[in-house]
């Protein structure tokens, strides 16, 4: 009792939150999974074979396998051959040992949440994500086992911790189905998903099957985002989701991508990846509609920042500005003037005019570019709009569509928070929905009792304003999970504080005042 006390006194963040008559929620703690205890739930789900697939899954996250070989069992010159992507050499806090112990135990991690300065946070077990490495024939269950176990090791800490359930995407059915299983039987209330899965070329892999070609295969891929461009129809997943009033997060990174590929240097491919991944993934939905047609539907994109966020919103504004299905006319060839095009010429540059071979048709088509037939053919019904899906027919639709339903993971000392503020520098003077997201766990964050501070310091420095500073880390969290989920801070520390809250400012009743 007397270590718990003297930590609270030296916890940096402990002190902002003695400051503070909000809450504070925390939308991003990564934990560890202890191995044996994981592996009994697995057991009873699948035996022996089962828990094999998870250790095969878990120990291919972190590294790119070659022909049996990692990237640190491979030469320089191995490497350059089979472009073998650079992993972490380490990717966990392992110099605190008391935080090490604290996201792997969850008694001691509810115990520890004051000194954080949270009252309410929401977990990513590390091994959540595992079961997407795993084959086909394990996957589904592999997941159902993880998330069984995640919601009995957190259900004793409810009021103050909370696990997601990861669902897998391959299929609408697939996720349907564990989404169900999840939250009516598990009640669990938050899920994580892939922002994007890889799918195989048909072209290519009908000419190169994937049991003749596997490197072929591997290669010859796109990613599917679920709302735009995609095989299945996502739709009945999402309604499903909308239904149970889930709110939907995910960690979606572009690691590997081009432009993210070295061989060398993780670094290189890390910085700016799970923003490059969620935009992709926000795009999808927003362009290909699923926000129009489920406004309800809360998102949020973790890790990536929410600077993001403002410019996407910006720039979806802007194109749509001249780009929308009225002002794409502007640059129609048809509406060009090709008497006056070719008078002008005649006058400002006689000598092109008397160039063997000039005449109008030559003009138009092989000189300017603006061809009445660029392409095959004219386009037809809303090939001309990209913003039909979106249903976009005012700036007002784009916030609508891309700021309500979007939220914006931003870890604690990420300075850049401040443009999800500005409305000055945004159309309609909207604010990007920033949620305060510690990504206590992971090598960002060498001390679990530090992060609070940290964006209090934003504060002190002039960078986000003390209302800010309540929006990130309270009101835009809050907002989150109770516009999909009204009772989701039902018994919890988060629905205490708030009753405290409001009682304070009740004014007494005369009697109470003369007794």
């Known amino acids: 009792m007397n270590d718990r006390l003297e930590r609270l006194r030296a916890s940096p963040s402990a002190a902002v939150k003695a400051r503070l008559t909000h809450p504070v929620i925390d939308t991003d703690v990564h934990v560890n999974d202890y191995a044996p205890v994981l592996e009994e739930y697995v057991q009873q789900y699948g035996g022996g074979k089962l828990v094999d697939a998870l250790r095969r899954a878990l120990g291919s996250r972190f590294t790119t396998r070659s022909e049996g070989r990692d990237w640190y069992q491979q030469s320089p010159a191995e490497r350059q051959t089979q472009r073998t992507l650079r992993a972490p050499w380490w990717a966990r806090v392992t110099g605190n040992t008391l935080d090490l112990a604290t996201y792997t135990l969850p008694a001691l991690l509810a115990e520890r ?81 892939p922002g994007g899965i890889k799918r195989p070329i048909r072209a290519i892999a009908e000419k190169y099957p994937s049991a003749d070609h596997p490197d072929v295969a591997r290669h010859a891929s796109y990613v599917d985002f679920f709302g735009i461009d995609s095989e299945y129809d996502y739709d009945p997943f999402w309604a499903k989701v909308v239904e149970l009033g889930v709110p939907v997060t995910t960690h ?21 990846h799970f923003a490059d991944g969620s935009q992709a993934f926000a795009k999808a939905l927003f362009f290909g509609g699923v926000t129009r047609r489920f406004p309800q539907l809360r998102v949020a994109l973790l890790e990536g920042g929410a600077d993001w966020g403002a410019h996407v919103y910006t720039h979806l504004v802007d194109r ?196």
């Open 113 to 193: 949440l004051e000194e954080q300065g949270a009252d309410y946070s929401v977990l990513f077990p590390n091994d959540v994500l595992a079961p997407l490495a795993a084959s086909a024939d394990t996957r589904q269950q592999l997941h159902r086992a993880i998330n069984h176990f995640h919601a009995d090791q957190y259900r004793p800490y409810a009021d103050r911790l909370t696990p997601v359930a990861g669902i897998p995407m391959h299929t609408p059915q697939q996720a349907i189905e564990e989404l169900e299983f999840a939250v009516n039987v598990l009640g669990l209330k938050v899920i994580n998903i």
């Open 320 to 515: 749509w500005e001249k780009r929308n299905r009225v002002a794409v006319q502007h640059y129609n060839p048809a509406h060009a003037d090709i008497d006056l095009l070719a008078d002008l010429f005649g006058r400002y540059a006689p000598e092109f005019a008397a160039h063997e071979g000039f005449d109008r048709s030559r003009l138009l088509q092989d000189s300017l570019g603006i061809s009445a037939f660029p392409h095959s053919r004219q386009p037809e019904g809303d090939e001309l709009d990209d913003f039909a899906a979106a249903g976009i027919e005012s700036v007002e639709d784009i916030r609508s569509r891309w700021v309500d339903s979007f939220y914006f993971g931003s870890e604690a000392d990420d300075r850049t928070v401040s443009s999800a503020f500005n409305a000055r520098a945004l159309p309609l003077n909207a604010r990007i929905n920033a949620i305060w997201s510690s990504d206590i766990g992971h090598w960002d964050v060498r001390d679990l009792t530090e992060p609070l501070a940290e964006s209090w310091g934003l504060v002190e420095q002039g960078v986000i304003s003390t209302a800010d500073f309540r929006a990130f880390v309270f009101d835009n969290p809050y907002r989150f999970y109770t516009q999909a989920n009204p009772a989701f801070f039902a018994g919890t520390e988060v629905e205490r504080k708030l009753n405290v809250e409001r009682a304070s400012t009740i004014a007494p009743t005369p009697h109470a005042r003369a007794a």
């Open 252 to 272: 979606y990174g572009s690691q590997g991508w081009t432009g993210r590929q070295s061989i060398s240097n993780y670094m290189f491919n890390h910085i700016g």
